[in-house]
């Protein structure tokens, strides 16, 4: 199929390096520069320079918030709603350099926190209908996954009429849609859900249905008319570089934001960098990565597990509140089930509970936006609903700072992550990339986080059990291609 063979040729060129401003600029960032808090809630602004030997420091700071200089980053409360600057000031002997920081606070944001929900496509592909969404939504609220917080149904490619109407409207397939866009629209807000719809930044859509370039205020408007609340803008058959993909996603956004607000996410997988210049657009989270794919390892261009964690662990300092770095929709509970998922796996398709409590662990450690993708309108397996509905990893996502796990260390096939929470409680996570089971050392010294002389109560967030108090390490085996989740909540000091 065509849009297979597009996404083939996407993922052959999938490797992310870790984005700094200009390899040659000693003086520069490597960390977001536009960022954005709720008024009066907890914020944090991690401040990374592209070389670890310059000094920083921070001038200009709102009332409430302070620069912590040990752990390089802006901690504290956000000031009341308003558009506030501060300099970043990178200084190496005499040379030095002033970057402004741009901090939008405002009740209204896109994204306080990541979304969740379902998306239609690595199972459905082109069957989508009123139907499925009917039952989707149905689902969605008697199997309990809007109560644990599941609350986007986005419907993606392929839901669209074979041509525009004749003013140029966008407009469903007739035979999926017969009632029209409208009554599905509504039945899923009167289930208490939010709806999400799917479109592409050119002429033609991945899959090969029609774009939105050149339609994008009519579209906007026609969206709103049915009620969408948010759109997933892809960006097949569009030129590869990033001012051309800033300036067609800025014109949607601004679409969007003038047809009454609808989100946009945006998905060019990560390969012009959103994460340096999405905010600007107006999005509130992007898509990191090329589309996942049901296994633990992909073949070249597949995007297994292993590949969601080498393309997103380097990009923590770029997300944040309404900033969020998209690891893609989760494979959990398709097991081998699905389409285009299942190509590009050199093991499965299908993946061990294990793994796929791998993936759900780092999608909420990373605060990536949580898409499920699998067949709803099918009885949920057990382990999966336990898995998806589990609330201590949830929480970690949702977690209103919107820190994405920072990458702590590598070592002997273990990948350590370190969390800040909102409430001043750290997640710190282990998982295991080999095939054997092995023990995990957490180092406190190693996590700057935490104080190595302070005692913390552990929540096992995995098996969603409290563990005896500890103070500088912790160690557990860990099965092959398992991770570990601790939440660790400050005791008095000894
Ligand atoms: C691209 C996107 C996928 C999906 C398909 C639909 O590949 O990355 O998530 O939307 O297009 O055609």
Redesign the pocket.
């Known amino acids: 199929m065509k ?1 297979l063979l597009s ?1 083939a040729l996407l993922a052959a060129c999938s490797t992310l390096p870790v984005a700094a401003q200009s390899a040659s600029d000693s003086l520069g960032l490597s960390c977001a520069t536009e960022v954005f808090s709720l008024p009066h809630r907890p914020f944090m602004h991690k401040i990374v320079a592209s070389s670890p030997e310059v000094q920083l420091s921070v001038k200009g700071l709102p009332k409430g918030l302070r620069w912590n200089a040990q752990r390089r980053l802006i901690e504290g409360t956000a000031p009341a709603a308003g558009s506030y600057s501060y300099s970043l000031i990178v200084s190496s002997g005499k040379e030095q350099r002033t970057i402004p920081a741009q901090l939008t606070v405002s009740k209204s944001l896109g994204l306080a926190r990541p979304f969740m929900g379902w998306i239609s ?1 690595n199972v459905v592909e082109g069957n989508i209908s009123a139907s499925i969404v009917r039952q989707v939504a149905d689902a969605m609220t008697t199997q309990g996954l809007s109560a644990a917080g599941y609350r986007y149904l986005i419907i ?2 392929l839901w669209h009429a074979p041509q525009r109407a004749a003013d140029g409207a966008t407009q469903p397939d007739p035979k999926k849609f017969p009632e029209g866009m409208k009554p599905v629209v509504d039945y899923v807000h009167g289930r208490g859900l939010k709806f999400g719809i ?1 479109s592409d930044a050119a002429e033609r ?3 090969g249905a029609y774009g939105s370039l050149g339609y994008e205020q009519q579209d906007a408007r026609t969206y709103a008319q049915w009620g969408v609340d948010l759109l ?1 803008y ?1 960006y ?1 058959f569009a030129p590869k570089d990033a001012a051309t993909a800033e300036e067609r996603y800025r014109t949607m956004g601004t679409a969007l934001r003038e047809a009454g607000g609808i989100l946009l996410y945006m ?1 060019e ?1 990560g390969a012009r960098k959103p994460w340096l210049w999405g905010a600007r657009t107006g999005a509130s989270a992007w ?1 990191a990565t090329y ?1 996942t794919r049901d296994c633990w390892v992909g073949k070249p261009g597949g995007i297994g597990v292993t590949q969601s964690i080498e393309d997103m662990k380097g990009l923590w300092p770029y997300s944040g509140v309404n900033r969020f770095n998209d690891a ?2 989760m494979c959990v509970g398709i097991h081998g089930t699905g389409k285009s998922s299942n190509d590009l796996c050199a093991t499965g398709p299908g993946m061990t509970q294990d793994e796929y409590t791998t993936q759900f662990a780092l999608w909420c450690m990373w605060s990536s936006p949580l898409l499920l993708s699998f067949d709803l309108t099918k009885p949920i397996r057990p382990e999966d609903k336990h898995l998806i509905t589990n609330a201590d990893l949830i929480a970690l996502d949702q977690d209103e700072l919107g820190q994405q796990a920072e990458l702590v260390l590598e070592d002997q096939g273990i990948i350590y992550f370190m969390k800040d929470l909102a409430n001043g409680d750290v997640a710190i996570s282990a998982t295991n990339l080999k095939d054997s089971e092995q023990t995990a050392h957490f180092d406190f010294t190693r996590f700057s986080a935490l104080q190595p002389k302070v005692r913390y109560r552990v929540r096992d967030c995995v098996e969603q059990r409290s563990l005896p108090a500890v103070q500088g390490q912790l160690s557990q085996t860990i099965r092959p291609h398992a991770t570990l989740v601790y939440r660790l909540s400050r005791l008095a000091r000894r």
């Open positions: 849009h996404l496509w993606d490619d799917y859509t991945c899959a997933k892809d097949c998905c997988w898509r589309d893609d929709m």
